[in-house]
């Protein structure tokens, strides 16, 4: 039976592709792809208990500001004022979350390196946002124990991880801020040999379906990385997960 079903299977799937339906129902892939995303970010949610966590869902109104509230949840929960920590922020922009954490975390053993190409997005972002919008200059923060990595991620990261030591005991803060798909993933599985137990991942833009969410669905599942919500703002627009 399993024979004749894997002829069945071979021949129709074969039959389509010769048939080329992209000539015809090619407009539906877009479309169907963001339903698809909008779904499994729906379900996703559903699954969330708020109970317990830091969350506000559901709130008509957007703030960004209350992502910093987020932040000092986490810095306060997680007790990360004081002992050393390896921060690492992928899309600094103007650096104002990367300042936040600066100030947050006063431990002269920490280390704090913020990644971008400061010349703005490298692809579009939706429909909104084109190639080149959110370009910023690099901030200026006085403090030696800050490290700005200025370039594409993939273009940067790998020399970055082979000269720092990103297996250490200090508990690392990854900031994801790369709006993109494509960035997202890209770090999500570049940093997945470095990621323990009590490690903390950030996002900024996590509930865009075909973006943050998606690229964190593809990671979680294909690299086996279980996590657990510590809390969310902005109906999910900003979250915050622990490595378990």
Not at 46 to 73: C, E, I, M, P, V
């Amino acid at each position: 039976m399993k024979r004749i079903f894997k002829k069945v299977n071979a021949f129709i799937k074969g039959l389509i592709i010769l048939l080329k339906p992209h000539f015809i129902f090619g407009f539906l892939r877009k479309p169907m792809f963001f339903g698809y995303n909008t779904l499994s970010l729906s379900k996703w949610i559903s699954k969330q208990d708020s109970k317990g966590t830091y969350n506000d869902f559901y709130t008509s109104k957007r703030d960004y500001a209350r992502r910093y509230k987020l932040y000092q949840h986490i810095l306060e929960t997680k007790n990360l004022g004081d002992i050393p920590i390896d921060y690492l922020e992928f899309g600094v922009c103007q650096g104002n979350s990367f300042r936040w954490w600066v100030n947050g975390n006063k431990n002269q053993d920490s280390r704090f390196y913020g990644f971008d190409t400061f010349e703005g997005l490298p692809e579009a972002w939706g429909v909104v946002f084109r190639k080149g919008d959110m370009n910023a200059i690099i901030p200026d923060i006085d403090d030696k124990r800050v490290e700005f990595i200025k370039g594409l991620f993939q273009e940067t990261f790998i020399s970055f991880s082979q000269l720092h030591s990103l297996k250490s005991e200090k508990v690392k803060v990854i900031h994801l801020d790369a709006d993109l798909f494509s960035s997202t993933l890209y770090i999500l599985t570049s940093i997945a040999p470095y990621l323990k137990k009590g490690d903390i991942l950030l996002f900024d833009e996590f509930n865009v379906p075909n973006h943050e969410f998606h690229a964190f669905q593809c990671f979680t599942q294909s690299y086996y990385i279980k996590t657990k919500l510590l809390g969310a703002v902005n109906n999910y627009l900003q979250v915050a997960f622990v490595v378990e």
